[in-house]
């Protein structure tokens, strides 16, 4: 696993959990981790060790990453050992860098919120945006280009988005599900797509509580999505996640559900009609 792809996938949970709010603890793991693509070390400081960073280095020993963190109150803690997770929340700096070493993200959280300055990096060290954070509100935001240049700010993360009209994409699947969800009993289902870097459909899994495990709707489902009418000629019909300009593979879910004889999909809250 090359450590661009590395970069990628670490950076795109960090950015999805600026972009898409607080959640009342992180769970790490209770000792450092060390795979084939990197290896932790962890420091304690404070009284009572409450406070704790995570140096993350790739198989190189390049540092990577360094995360801080408050610990959560002891009984939280120790009610977390049997699972060999920690309740932890973001409490000061972060630090991303890219593989030569400089800088490609610096932050500030305060109670798990962003709260400060949020900078990020072109790899040369010129700095590529300034954002200022206050109790997790974004109030200022600028962009520059490599020279220097300001210029608009896209937004940082990008979510999946359909090549075509939602609209169009709501009635197909409500048209074909609906069938389904009559000849095998179903009142809802759960489908989650994964879609890669460059938009193609590559995984496709299906649940559903009122009919778990049936083969027949597992199938069908999956046959429905597999066949979603090309929308633009010569292009995949999904359009893929991006963080800080950069495609990755991202899910996108659906929720099916029937009521009063008639069958409804929900779409993602962030898609456009």
């Known amino acids: 696993m090359g450590n661009l792809f590395v970069l990628r996938v670490m950076l795109l949970s960090l950015i999805?959990?600026?972009?898409?709010?607080?959640?009342?603890?992180?769970?790490?793991?209770?000792?450092?981790?060390?795979?084939?693509?990197?290896?932790?070390?962890?420091?304690?400081?404070?009284?009572?060790?409450?406070?704790?960073?995570?140096?993350?280095?790739?198989?190189?020993?390049?540092?990577?990453?360094?995360?801080?963190?408050?610990?959560?109150?002891?009984?939280?803690?120790?009610?977390?050992?049997?699972?060999?997770?920690?309740?932890?929340?973001?409490?000061?700096?972060?630090?991303?860098?890219?593989?030569?070493?400089?800088?490609?993200?610096?932050?500030?959280?305060?109670?798990?919120?962003?709260?400060?300055?949020?900078?990020?990096?072109?790899?040369?060290?010129?700095?590529?945006?300034?954002?200022?954070?206050?109790?997790?509100?974004?109030?200022?935001?600028?962009?520059?280009?490599?020279?220097?240049?300001?210029?608009?700010?896209?937004?940082?993360?990008?979510?999946?988005?359909?090549?075509?009209?939602?609209?169009?994409?709501?009635?197909?699947?409500e048209k074909h599900i609906q069938p389904i969800l009559d000849r095998t009993g179903a009142i809802d289902a759960q489908v989650q797509l994964t879609i890669n870097e460059i938009g193609q459909l590559t995984t496709i899994i299906i649940n559903s509580r009122s009919k778990a495990n049936d083969e027949d709707l597992i199938t069908s489902i999956r046959a429905v999505m597999q066949a979603i009418p090309q929308q633009v000629p010569d292009q995949q019909n999904w359009k893929p996640a991006t963080m800080d300009g950069v495609p990755l593979p991202e899910v996108q879910r659906f929720f099916v559900t029937k009521r009063h004889g008639f069958t409804y999909i929900n779409m993602p809250p962030s898609t456009p009609n």
Not at 103 to 132: H, I, Q, T
């Open 16 to 173: 999805q959990a600026l972009c898409l709010g607080q959640t009342p603890y992180t769970f790490i793991s209770l000792t450092p981790q060390r795979t084939e693509s990197y290896f932790q070390t962890f420091t304690y400081q404070g009284e009572q060790r409450e406070l704790l960073t995570v140096s993350t280095f790739l198989t190189d020993s390049t540092l990577y990453r360094i995360d801080t963190y408050r610990v959560a109150g002891p009984a939280n803690a120790q009610s977390l050992l049997a699972s060999h997770r920690l309740a932890v929340r973001r409490e000061g700096a972060t630090k991303i860098m890219y593989p030569n070493g400089q800088v490609y993200l610096s932050c500030l959280y305060r109670f798990d919120r962003l709260d400060g300055p949020f900078l990020l990096y072109y790899n040369d060290g010129a700095l590529k945006r300034r954002e200022l954070y206050k109790n997790g509100s974004i109030k200022q935001s600028h962009c520059y280009t490599p020279q220097g240049i300001e210029q608009p700010c896209p937004a940082l993360y990008q979510p999946i988005t359909f090549n075509g009209s939602y609209n169009v994409l709501q009635r197909y699947l």
